[in-house]
């Protein structure tokens, strides 16, 4: 097969060949009259560009490093990456069962909203969110189930409100922020016995069933009951319970009980997950790789996010 000649627009002559190449940019030379010139094409120039930003992304190389390596000044390779067109890789399984892990984590002044198929670890959705809201979390939720995305169970983290919202749907609350709560009203380490005996139940949440777990729940309480319920007086006169933390404690694993062991009344058909783990391992890589470019504007990170989501998405498809 014959290799296509680029014409020498100066004598017309197709006795050509390619000379040396710069950048992004390739040179030709005439074998006839010696004339050397440059082509225009940009294909080139987006493979290097799309190189580049998998390097400053991926693999965590700074301007000043790039700008070594490839003889670019910091305000070239800006350009270039501002160039790209990035958009998110929507391949929704459509008709496909799917157990949906949704949260939310923040970078600064914005937060990215995530929607991930437990099972064949696949981002079905992503949105940039000022907050969290479970308003939102409905919305995006809907939009999947308009796009036929067949909603089996979902697993959440500790929003109250967000529980049970989506009807027939099975809603398992994470054992990991269920933990959390716990944790920030009687500490890692307690002192007073009463939390240590009610922290010593929440160590056993992912190995034992729920009627079990509630057994010990009420027995804790049978025996701490007075002891929960002291109050005192201040100089109004107005009565404050002494030990709100520890109530709250007590309070918050008893509202949530019907929603932390779903995963087991449905473990014969549904292998629905416990936890949201799997969504903080992905926080946590997107971020490690944004903190190396924490000076960012918005709309440079943003970019950033979605080049890391999209290279996941290849990854595991």
């Known amino acids: 097969m014959q290799k296509f000649k680029r014409n020498c627009p100066k004598c017309n002559s197709k006795n050509t060949k390619k000379d040396w190449k710069r950048r992004w940019r390739q040179s030709y030379k005439c074998k006839s009259c010696n004339y050397v010139w440059i082509?225009?094409?940009?294909?080139?120039?987006?493979?290097?560009?799309?190189?580049?930003?998998?390097?400053?992304?991926?693999?965590?190389?700074?301007?000043?490093?790039?700008?070594?390596?490839?003889?670019?000044?910091?305000?070239?390779?800006?350009?270039?990456?501002?160039?790209?067109?990035?958009?998110?890789?929507?391949?929704?399984?459509?008709?496909?069962?799917?157990?949906?892990?949704?949260?939310?984590?923040?970078?600064?002044?914005?937060?990215?909203?995530?929607?991930?198929?437990?099972?064949?670890?696949?981002?079905?959705?992503?949105?940039?969110?000022?907050?969290?809201?479970?308003q939102g979390y409905k919305q995006w939720v809907q939009y999947l189930i308009n796009k036929w995305v067949i909603i089996k169970a979902i697993v959440s983290d500790w929003r109250r409100w967000l529980l049970g919202w989506f009807g027939s749907i099975p809603t398992q609350m994470c054992h990991?922020?269920?933990?959390?709560?716990?944790?920030?009203?009687?500490?890692?380490?307690?002192?007073?016995?009463?939390?240590?005996?009610?922290?010593?139940?929440?160590?056993?949440?992912?190995?034992?069933?729920?009627?079990?777990?509630?057994?010990?729940?009420?027995?804790?309480?049978?025996?701490?009951?007075?002891?929960?319920?002291?109050?005192?007086?201040?100089s109004n006169g107005r009565k404050y319970y002494k030990h709100k933390k520890t109530r709250?404690?007590?309070?918050?694993?008893?509202?949530?009980?019907s929603y932390l062991f779903v995963y087991q009344d449905y473990h014969w058909i549904l292998d629905i997950p416990n936890t949201t783990n799997w969504l903080e391992t992905l926080f946590w890589y997107i971020k490690t790789r944004l903190r190396c470019h924490f000076w960012l504007r918005l709309d440079r990170k943003i970019k950033l996010i979605t080049f890391l989501l999209n290279q996941l998405h290849t990854f595991y498809n």
């Not at 709250?248 to 009980?257: C, D, G």
């Open 39 to 134: 082509t225009k094409s940009r294909k080139n120039k987006d493979n290097l560009a799309r190189k580049l930003y998998y390097l400053y992304t991926i693999r965590k190389q700074t301007y000043s490093e790039l700008s070594q390596d490839y003889w670019l000044s910091k305000k070239t390779l800006q350009t270039l990456f501002d160039n790209l067109n990035i958009v998110y890789n929507k391949n929704l399984p459509i008709w496909k069962e799917v157990i949906l892990l949704i949260d939310t984590t923040y970078f600064g002044n914005f937060g990215l909203m995530v929607f991930k198929d437990a099972n064949k670890n696949q981002v079905l959705y992503h949105q940039i969110v000022d907050y969290e809201t479970n």
């Open 176 to 234: 990991f922020h269920q933990k959390s709560i716990i944790r920030r009203y009687i500490t890692k380490n307690p002192r007073i016995q009463a939390n240590k005996e009610l922290k010593e139940i929440v160590d056993w949440l992912w190995k034992t069933d729920k009627e079990s777990f509630n057994q010990w729940l009420d027995d804790w309480y049978n025996k701490h009951k007075n002891w929960l319920n002291e109050k005192w007086i201040d």
């Open 248 to 257: 709250s404690a007590y309070y918050s694993l008893r509202r949530n009980l």
